[in-house]
């Protein structure tokens, strides 16, 4: 692969509501045009975030204005604000988001994650639907999760599966001042009726003994409709990051094969699968290079070749207690990360990222030829 470009889609504004903007997410659409969704905030987390889109009629040379078409969701009463949004084309016209929704009203002023306790705030996945491609959207309705999975977090867009079904994938945290062992795990479900319902939950990853953490699952659904998730992978004992670990569903992601240590690391992007089976995964290694990197398979049960790998996004400025890879970092190697990977309709893929600092995060798109 090469990279034939590299542009911002949107732009921060320094000292205002839309200073940070981060967790890109990028759709293309049956119309040929694309639809990125992002977060907007004074920071990377708080109050006054927002969901804002754009769209492109030509493969992400330009972007139109940003918008936030959705609303402030209140979950069982409670005040909140969305985090992250995915977009799903289930029909032509007809498209499905998916959002995190996280309490701002039941610990007021406190962080998502609580270090004391490992545990989150209060948090919802919550849909809503557009008739119209995107124009406008109805109200965001809320989806009830079982009390295993704890305050759940959104780890990729709703797959559409050969047989019909719609599957979510959810990974499950603590409540917030919980102060248990967290056994964190990595779950599907499933609907048949377009987001409407969904039943009950399938295990994709979890480790009993509460050792190793499955965090941000991304999946992909092959041609074939098989499933590829690919695992931000922590080791809690050794307090470290993992290589990236691969396992394989043939059914939906009801059963799932052993986990395949890719061999490089450490968080994955969504990953692109091209219309002829090949697949390529963009990958932040925040600890080694603090780079974004990309490599193809040819399939989604195949090697990544090295030969195929480009730099995505290199860091600029890190420092020397950035490198420290038990998770007490420094914010230099958090000011960049969350590639989304997504094929384009030319045969091209496009790798979203968010990158900045701690006072201005951008988000850029990156071009890659996946013939060459």
């Known amino acids: 692969m090469r990279v034939t470009s590299r542009s911002i889609v949107c732009q921060s504004e320094i000292g205002t509501a839309r200073a940070n903007l981060t967790f890109p997410c990028l759709a293309s659409l049956s119309d040929g045009r694309l639809l990125a969704t992002y977060r907007a905030g004074s920071t990377k987390d708080g109050e006054d975030e927002t969901i804002e889109i754009v769209s492109s009629n030509d493969s992400g040379a330009t972007w139109s204005a940003p918008r936030s078409p959705f609303d402030s969701p209140t979950v069982d009463g409670k005040h909140g604000t969305v985090k992250i949004c995915y977009v799903t084309e289930l029909e032509p016209e007809h498209l499905l988001a998916s959002g995190l929704w996280v309490d701002r009203q039941t610990f007021p002023g406190q962080p998502l994650f609580n270090p004391e306790t490992e545990g989150c705030l209060p948090m919802a996945v919550v849909l809503a639907d557009s008739y119209d491609g995107g124009e406008s959207w109805t109200v965001w309705r809320h989806v009830p999760m079982s009390a295993d999975i704890g305050p759940p977090s ?219």
């Open 154 to 372: 959104l780890t990729c867009p709703i797959l559409k599966l050969r047989d019909g079904r719609l599957a979510m994938s959810v990974e499950s945290n603590k409540t917030y001042a919980d102060t248990n062992k967290w056994y964190q795990k990595a779950v599907l479900r499933h609907s048949w009726d377009q987001g409407r319902t969904w039943g009950n939950s399938y295990i994709a990853g979890f480790d009993p003994d509460g050792r190793i953490f499955n965090w941000d699952q991304r999946v992909g659904v092959a041609p074939d409709g098989r499933l590829a998730a690919f695992l931000w992978t922590y080791d809690r004992e050794t307090e470290s990051y993992l290589n990236i670990h691969r396992r394989l569903s043939s059914d939906g992601g009801e059963t799932w094969s052993e986990a395949e240590d890719m061999g490089f690391t450490d968080q994955a992007s969504h990953p692109a699968v091209l219309p002829d089976g090949r697949i390529v995964l963009a990958w932040v290694d925040r600890f080694n290079t603090q780079t974004i990197r990309a490599r193809m398979a040819p399939s989604i049960d195949a090697s990544f070749d090295e030969e195929t790998e480009v730099v995505v996004y290199e860091h600029q400025d890190p420092s020397s207690g950035d490198v420290d890879r038990s998770g007490a970092l420094g914010f230099s190697v958090w000011s960049f990360g969350l590639p989304f990977a997504e094929g384009l309709p030319d045969g091209s893929v496009a790798v979203m990222y968010y990158a900045g600092t701690e006072d201005a995060m951008d988000i850029h798109m990156v071009r890659l030829n996946a013939e060459d």
